[in-house]
């Protein structure tokens, strides 16, 4: 999927935990998990905005658009 979901690479840097921000978000801890997993089908521009202030950062921090093409998994294995 060319959509990537960053919460936890911003979790990571605000040094929060998942359950913390679920909690100050209004969301349960399954519903982030999925999010976080990129298994979410959609968000809510509530949640995004929720996210984003309580991670004080952008929608362009979170969300993440890679091109997939056939040398896109290669590259994400050699990044890391």
Do not use: W
């Amino acid at each position: 999927m060319p959509i990537i979901i960053n919460v936890d690479v911003m979790l990571a840097k605000r040094k929060m935990r998942s359950n913390e921000l679920a909690d100050r978000i209004g969301i349960t801890t399954a519903n982030l998990s999925i999010l976080k997993t990129g298994k979410a089908k959609a968000i809510r521009f509530s949640t995004l905005e929720a996210i984003c202030e309580v991670l004080d950062c952008q929608p362009g921090d979170v969300i993440e658009y890679v091109k997939d093409g056939p040398d896109h998994h290669l590259e994400l294995l050699q990044a890391g």
